[in-house]
């Protein structure tokens, strides 16, 4: 997969290539020698997402800024990512940030960015760096010089260092599977993890080196939630890997029970648009757990129907790949659910989510998804597994005596499932219930309990 290296060494992050979008141009200078990696890692409707890769073929830079014009009148740049993007008319330019800005003889540097387009999206032919036209080649000059001292120095060198500072670092700041799913570190089974020993330390490393999803809500601010979600897309994009976020601020949220709340019925798509600006490459969205299958069940929902398709068209916009939440198998029957899937419709969201936050096992949870699945012509759909290890015992608020379930993976096979994910995070709280703090809140007795039942 991809290669990432600490803020502390140059930036080097491998592009997650999408089959039919990928599209490379390279070039460098006569003066200094360069070379650009202009990469369209994905593409949606009229968004994409774009990764640029310069690597210093001359002298040493201490800063470097590379430009570009678009071929298209209509490509933009809308928000980037490890530099600093400006533009006038087609015409861009992008400027290090300080840290990525040194690059010595052979080092590289790379910023994503997330564009749009209308009509088609040509790859850019042409890039400067420093004012001074890339060809991807060495001057003339170079050979003439660097043979006596680079052959003595660069060997030397290279080998000494390098294996003895990455494989020290990257497994403490960010380890991830050999899968395809993102393990989140921002979160509060990771600090728990790190702070413990012992036996402790191994039954949360089962937790928080498992790859769980990021949920973002109206407890922060908009721009906050914004940024959350930028940080936590563009981490995963960056290490070529997938991370599921949940969308979780629906007016009436949870029906004023636990986790009761959300945001204003006059604020929701703003707050959406909002949130949605934040995506970068193709996370999975999880919309609206218990949403759709508290419908009507209270008052303060609004529209909550039309709520939920203005979310699936604004999030599947900016590149996110939209589950609408559709419960459980003991909560709705398969016709019900069926129905009101329907009612907020497919146009943008690829499928549904089953059992976030709940204990069905996952062989009567893709029982039932199968039967909805059949029912809407094949739509996919994704399974939490994160606590459904011992099943139900009847109960949703801090059960005890469960287990973690199911390892997260994606899946491509004849069924319509498409992922086991952790979408509720295990050990943080279902709320005040049973014993347990406030919904989210930390509660590292059930987390080692979950662990330590766990069958892997």
Not at 407 to 421: E, F, H, I, M, Y
Request: glycine share 12%; hydrophobic share 35%.
């Amino acid at each position: 997969m991809s290669a990432r290296r600490t803020v502390s060494a140059l930036l080097s992050v491998a592009a997650l290539s999408v089959a039919g979008l990928t599209a490379v141009a390279s070039t460098a200078s006569a003066a200094e020698g360069c070379r650009v990696d202009y990469t369209v890692q994905s593409q949606w409707n009229t968004g994409f997402q774009g990764d640029v890769k310069i690597t210093n073929l001359g002298s040493p830079l201490s800063s470097w800024t590379v430009a570009w014009t678009f071929p298209s009148g209509s490509q933009k740049v809308q928000q980037a990512w490890n530099a600093n993007v400006t533009s006038s008319g087609s015409r861009i330019s992008a400027s290090s940030v300080g840290w990525n800005g040194s690059l010595g003889t052979g080092a590289s540097a790379q910023f994503g960015f997330i564009g749009e387009y209308s009509g088609s999206n040509p790859v850019p032919s042409s890039f400067t760096v420093n004012g001074v036209a890339c060809t991807g080649t060495v001057p003339t000059q170079e050979p003439t010089q660097e043979p006596t001292q680079e052959p003595t120095q660069e060997p030397t060198q290279e080998p000494t260092q390098e294996p003895t500072e990455e494989p020290t670092q990257e497994p403490t700041q960010d380890p991830q599977p050999s899968g395809d799913l993102y393990v989140d570190v921002e979160n509060q089974s990771y600090a728990a993890w790190q702070a413990a020993s012992g036996s402790t330390k191994d039954l949360l490393a089962k937790i928080a080196l498992t790859p769980q999803s990021v949920w973002i809500g109206n407890w922060n601010s908009p721009s906050v939630s914004q940024q959350q979600m930028r940080d936590a897309t563009s981490r995963a994009s960056q290490a070529g890997k997938t991370v599921s976020v949940v969308i979780y601020a629906i007016p009436g949220r949870d029906c004023g029970s636990h986790s009761g709340g959300g945001v204003g019925e006059s604020e929701y798509a703003q707050w959406v648009d909002t949130v949605a600006r934040g995506i970068v490459g193709r996370p999975i969205v999880i919309l609206e757990p218990d949403a759709l299958a508290q419908l009507g069940d209270c008052n303060g929902q609004g529209d909550r129907v039309g709520f939920l398709k203005y979310a699936a068209k604004s999030l599947t916009q900016a590149g996110g790949r939209v589950y609408i939440d559709a419960g459980h198998s003991g909560w709705l029957s398969v016709d019900t659910a069926v129905n009101r899937l329907n009612q907020i419709g497919f146009e943008y969201a690829v499928g549904f989510a089953l059992n976030t936050s709940n204990y069905q096992t996952t062989s009567a949870s893709q029982q039932y998804g199968e039967q909805i699945s059949q029912r809407l012509g094949g739509k996919g759909y994704v399974i939490d597994t994160s606590r459904n290890g011992n099943g139900s015992n009847g109960e949703w608020c801090n059960p005890r005596g469960r287990a973690l379930g199911d390892k997260p993976r994606l899946v491509n096979d004849s069924t319509g499932l498409d992922a086991l994910l952790w979408v509720k995070l295990p050990g943080e709280s279902d709320g005040s219930c049973n014993g347990g703090p406030a919904a989210g809140q930390w509660w590292q007795e059930i987390a080692l309990e979950l662990a330590r039942n766990a069958k892997w």
